[in-house]
Structures are given as structure tokens and as C-alpha cells.
């Protein structure tokens, strides 16, 4: 009997199988130890967005894959552990941890998971993951043009470029949220994005009415998750903030991104990997935070469209510059501004210490004539720094050194220039304007 060849429109069956919501695996919570749930019967891959039933609760809980264990999968939430026991349904979403993304964010303040808290709801917007790759450093455009910052301490001797990217090195209490919040008001970004990782829930508001302003809020993103939110979402909050900028800078922005702290940002890490057995290695902090802090930072500067200039603020234990965090974050950015307590005690504000602060891109971004009248402000500063004993205690015999006479005699007048009230905007012609006429007047010889 010959065989007969069905005519069958196999595309029109797999089409209908395709439309169809796949089976969803649903594992079981076997155990909860401090941070970390373990979960069985799940197949995920790290980083996957889970989801897990609470007793007696509607909402699932959010929850990410943060590393695996014996056959079983170890998850970390993204919020409160309450309510979680034995036999807990979880499902495995097969994607990562995305947000809504609109241009209607301006003049939002968002939770660390994305979710608006202040200024009404985003919109409808594109899907964005939060953890991305770097820009290809092959497709970078080159820094060429400054950001002005609006504060004249910066713009004139540590001056930023478009899509460089700065840390801010000081103990607690020496002014860094005040420094970003003069930044965000005054600087010529087009979009601010802030985020406020770790930060004591009194700040918050203090921050965002105080620092910030409404002017400020009108063209900024703040993104916030507080000290006592579950690590994981101090860690998306970094992530989240770092996608809104690329958000914006992908649209042809200029963009500033500051964040406060990195310092918070790796504890939070920190507290991730070793409650998942990972071994400390330096005063603590695993090696993966190490290996993060980069893959963050480097997501920061231009692109081909646009650019993120980066400002994170780094909390040094004890003054301590050359701690762990501070060391790896220094040798990554572009430069750093180091805020210096002595001064801040003598009511100079910003609290910038000229000496020990560097931008690496100010060579290139400004005129000769620029880069000597700044290296000439160091210079002086240098000098009375050096003999500042010598001269406080009436030891100095005027004539000894030319320079150190020099020193003395432009001292007051430095200091003055290098003060900003906090509520003062100085642009950038105003600021090469008060540089130029520094040293117009004649001094000694």
C-alpha cells in the first residue's frame, strides 16, 4: 500500500503552542536561616527574579537568586522575612529584577525597588533591567566638554568633565549631603538621579526639602532605600539609580548621577555574601564586593548618545582614607574630592581640601593658562601648609622663604575664594572671572 504524505500546517501548531502560558515549576521553602531562604524543587540561575507566598498575604514577596547549596536554591528577599515558613509555594519568574522607565520620572522620589513614593505615579515606560553592562569602551565618546558644577572650589581647581566620574572621600559629618545637594541645584546637568543608599530615615526628608529644594526635585530622580531596608534592596537601589541614569543618558541627556554611599552600597553587599558562606577576606568584606564595585562604577560616563557624570560619596571609617572601600573605589573613578574635618571645624564651607583632591581629567579639559593659576593656588596653599606650625607659633621670620612670605600674604584671600555660602550659585564665567582677578592685585616679591 503506498504511503500517503499528510498535509499538515505544522507553523500553525507551534504557533498555538507558543501563545500558551508554559507550566510553571513551583518549588517549596525548606528553610530559613538568618538572611537567606533555601528553596527546593526550582532549577534557577543566578540572579532570577523569584517570587514567593507569605501566609496571609495577597502580594507575593520578591525574591532573587543569590547562590545554591547541596541541590537547593538559596534566595535572598527584598523584604521583610515575616510571614515566611515551611512549604512556602515560590516560583521562578525566568527573568531578572526589571523597572518601568519614563521620562515622567523627573521630580520623583522612587523606593529602591523603582516603586514611586513621592510625586504620583511614573507612567507607563520602557522595561529596563537594573543590572547592565558598561558602555563598550571602544564606543565611548571622548570627555571634551566641563561639567559645571556651580560650586567655584571645583569648577576652578578640580574642574569635571561630561561623563567623568568623582568620588567624594570625608568621615560622617563633614558635609558630603550638602556638597550633592549644591551640585544637584547648581550644576548644568539636565537631569540630576540621586540616590540615597543606607541613609538614616531622618535624613531623607531633611535632604530632599533642605539640600535639595524644590527647584532641585523639579529635575531630579531620587532613588532611596533606607538603613533599615533588607540588604538586597540597598544593593537594587545602587543598580536602580545607576539604570534611570542610562535611562536618560541613552536618550541624548547630559546627566548627573550621585550616590551616597558606596561605602553603604558594599556593606550591603557584604552582609549578602556572608550570609551566604562566603569567606571574608579584607576587614570583612568578601571578595565579590570587590569584584562589583567596578561592574557598578564603570556603567557611569559617556556612551555614544550621551553622558553620566558620576559623583559617589565614600564614608571612610575613622578617617581612615586608605581603608579597603576608599582604596578600590580611589584607584577605579577619575579623581576624587577629599572633604577635610579640620576645615569644616573652622567653618569652611564646602569643606574641600584642594591639597589632597585630584581630578584626572582637568588637564585636558582646560586652557594653559587655566591649569597655572590653579597649580599656583597649590602651590601657595602647599607652602603655608608645610610651615603652618612654624607660623602659628610666631617662629616664622618673615624674608626666610619668598614663598612661604607669598603664602602668608595671599592666605586670606585663597580662603575666601575657596568659600561658597550653601544657597550661592556661581557660574562658570563668574567663577574664571574671581580665578583670573586672584592674583590681578600685586603681591609681595
Known amino acids: 500500500m503506498a504511503s500517503r504524505v499528510l498535509d ?24 530559613v536561616i538568618g538572611l537567606v531562604m533555601e528553596v527546593s524543587g526550582l532549577r534557577p540561575t543566578i540572579g532570577e527574579y523569584c517570587l514567593v507566598e507569605v501566609e496571609g498575604q495577597k502580594e507575593p514577596l520578591g525574591a532573587e537568586v543569590v547562590g545554591f547549596r547541596q541541590g537547593k536554591s538559596l534566595l535572598m528577599p527584598l523584604g521583610s522575612l515575616r510571614g515566611i515558613g515551611p512549604g512556602c509555594g515560590v516560583v521562578a519568574t525566568g527573568k531578572p529584577f526589571y523597572i518601568k522607565l519614563s521620562p515622567e520620572l523627573q521630580g520623583k522620589v522612587l523606593d529602591g525597588l523603582g516603586r514611586p513614593i513621592l510625586g504620583g505615579e511614573t507612567g507607563k515606560g520602557l522595561t529596563y533591567s537594573v543590572e547592565n553592562q558598561p558602555p563598550n569602551p571602544l564606543e565611548r565618546r571622548p570627555i571634551e566638554e566641563v561639567m559645571v558644577t556651580g560650586v567655584r572650589a571645583i569648577d576652578c581647581l578640580l574642574t569635571c568633565g561630561q561623563g567623568q566620574r568623582i568620588g567624594i572621600f570625608s568621615g560622617s559629618g563633614v558635609g558630603k549631603s550638602t556638597l550633592l545637594g549644591m551640585i544637584a541645584r547648581f550644576s548644568a546637568a539636565e537631569v540630576s538621579v540621586i540616590a540615597l543608599v543606607g541613609e538614616r530615615g531622618r535624613e531623607v526628608m531633611d535632604f530632599i526639602n533642605n539640600d535639595l529644594g524644590p527647584e532641585g526635585l523639579k529635575r531630579s530622580v531620587v532613588v532611596v532605600s533606607t538603613s533599615d531596608r533588607p540588604a538586597l534592596e540597598r544593593v537594587k537601589a545602587a543598580h536602580v539609580a545607576t539604570a534611570v541614569a542610562e535611562y536618560f543618558r541613552d536618550r541624548g541627556r547630559r546627566v548627573i548621577l550621585m550616590m551616597d554611599s558606596v561605602t553603604r552600597y558594599a556593606m550591603a553587599l557584604r552582609e549578602i555574601g556572608l550570609a551566604i558562606g562566603e569567606p571574608p577576606a579584607t576587614k570583612g568584606y568578601t571578595p565579590s564586593v570587590f569584584a562589583a564595585l567596578p561592574r557598578l562604577l564603570e556603567r557611569s560616563g559617556t556612551s555614544a548618545s550621551g553622558s553620566i557624570t558620576g559623583f559617589y560619596t565614600v564614608l571612610v571609617d575613622g578617617d581612615d582614607f586608605n581603608e579597603p572601600i576608599a582604596d578600590a573605589v580611589r584607584g577605579i573613578l577619575d579623581g576624587h574630592i577629599v572633604l577635610s574635618r579640620k576645615l569644616a571645624a573652622r567653618n569652611h564651607f564646602p569643606a574641600i581640601d584642594v591639597l589632597e583632591s585630584t581630578s584626572r581629567l582637568m588637564p585636558y579639559l582646560v586652557p594653559l593658562e587655566h591649569r597655572e593659576h590653579a597649580g599656583r593656588v597649590t602651590e601657595l596653599l602647599a607652602a603655608y601648609r608645610d610651615n603652618e606650625d612654624l607660623i602659628n607659633i610666631g617662629a616664622y621670620v618673615k624674608g626666610s622663604n619668598p614663598g612661604v612670605d607669598r603664602a602668608i600674604a595671599y592666605r586670606e ?28 592685585a600685586e603681591g609681595p616679591k
Open 8 to 31: 499538515i500546517d505544522y507553523e500553525r501548531y507551534f504557533k498555538e503552542i507558543w501563545a500558551h502560558t508554559p507550566l510553571r515549576v513551583k518549588g517549596k521553602v525548606t528553610q
Open 413 to 440: 584671600r585663597i580662603e575666601q575664594f575657596l568659600r561658597q555660602d550653601l544657597s550661592q550659585s556661581v557660574s562658570w564665567e563668574e567663577s574664571m572671572q574671581a580665578f583670573a582677578s586672584l592674583f590681578a
